[in-house]
């Protein structure tokens, strides 16, 4: 196992390269899902996640699915359910590997790659509002289009119906 000092932080450059671009944790830091210390989070996250690495040398990558979810709803109070998870474990795990196996130059270039991409990150932005004036007519042509008659149902809706199992059942009518 390769465990120079350099190399060691080569890996937890890689870790930090992988969770920086990963858009699940930059809107979370972003939008202040962590609190007023989201970057710091972020950060702490970062040594956690290559922690768990040195500890746990034959790790599946459901484990670390699991971890970085636990992670991310306990520090962040987000579920992760965009898909994303595999796709950062994996990364995380063949990082590891390379690191494990000595390959540090293909490690460099994963971590370089990624890096590439944290620059190229597209920021939004809100658009601007409209004026008082223009939200006001909106507002009174809405108020002139409610007021008009409409054609509503006038059957009343079916009572519910309990069923066997305890359910309550509420139909629409046809």
């Excluded at 809107?27 to 609190?35: R, T």
């Excluded at 293909?106 to 790659?113: M, T």
Aim: net charge negative.
């Amino acid at each position: 196992m390769a465990a120079s000092a350099a190399s060691r932080m080569l890996f937890t450059e890689g870790v930090r390269a992988v969770l920086h671009t990963w858009p699940v944790l930059q809107i979370a830091v972003d939008n202040g899902f962590g609190g007023v210390y989201g970057q710091q989070k972020a950060d702490w996250m970062v040594d956690v996640v290559q922690q768990y690495f040195l500890d746990n040398a034959d790790l599946q990558q459901c484990e670390i699915e699991d971890f970085i979810a636990d992670l991310m709803d306990q520090e962040f109070d987000t579920v992760v359910d965009d898909g994303s998870l595999p796709q950062v474990s994996v990364s995380l795990l063949q990082m590891f590997t390379q690191w494990q196996q000595g390959a540090l130059q293909q490690l460099q270039h994963s971590v370089d790659s990624l890096t590439q991409k944290k620059s190229q990150r597209a920021k939004v932005t809100v658009p601007p509002t409209q004026s008082d004036e223009e939200s006001d007519d909106e507002t009174q042509e809405m108020e002139c289009q409610s007021s008009s008659p409409s054609v509503s149902r006038t059957d009343p809706p079916p009572p519910p119906q309990d069923e066997e199992d305890g359910w309550t059942v509420v139909r629409r009518k046809k």
